[in-house]
């Protein structure tokens, strides 16, 4: 092979929009090109069809998704946060999502972004009916986490 395939230990940050925003997503995106090529590894986007799941990022409209995969090189000196960030991807993410808020993004929940409770809230439309089937379902939060705790269901639970 030509390339080293996925092996599970990437660190990766996926953002999807709306299929029809983006040609200017991508061109807000390559605006930062310069502060993100030397942290990035590898960089993919595709089309994905609308559905109706609860907490999908796709709820709703066709999307297109625009995939990261993080080095994780180290420089000298250079630390790791506890996300397996280092303070550039970090610094990356947060202006990649500063150029993507007027496309109305949605991150992947399951890889990294820096998004804010109240603005996950916002980006997800199914947001509180996930919260209604958990307090039905899971009331005791025997399968919940912290991230889940922390992201999507609140203290106030």
């Known amino acids: 092979m030509s390339f080293t395939p ?5 660190l990766q ?4 929009v709306a299929l029809s925003d983006a040609p200017g997503a991508l061109r807000a995106i390559n605006e930062l090109h310069e502060q993100i090529s030397p942290l ?11 559905d109706d799941f609860v907490m999908s990022p796709c709820r709703g409209r066709e999307s297109a998704a625009i995939h990261f995969t993080w080095r994780q090189h180290l420089e000298p000196g250079e630390a790791m ?6 303070p550039e991807v970090k610094a990356v993410l947060r202006r990649i999502e500063e150029v993507l808020e007027p496309f109305d993004p949605r991150p ?4 990294l972004f820096t998004m804010e409770r109240a603005r996950l809230e916002q980006a997800y439309p199914g947001h509180s009916q996930f919260r209604e089937a958990v307090g039905r379902y899971d009331p005791q939060g025997k399968f919940s986490n912290g ?6 269901l609140g203290a106030d639970r």
């Open 6 to 10: 996925s092996a599970g230990e990437e």
């Open 13 to 16: 940050s996926e953002y999807f």
């Open 40 to 50: 990035v590894l590898v960089t993919e986007v595709r089309s994905v069809a609308a």
């Open 81 to 86: 946060l506890p996300s397996g960030l280092t």
């Open 108 to 111: 992947h929940p399951g890889k």
């Open 147 to 152: 991230f889940l705790e922390e992201y999507f």
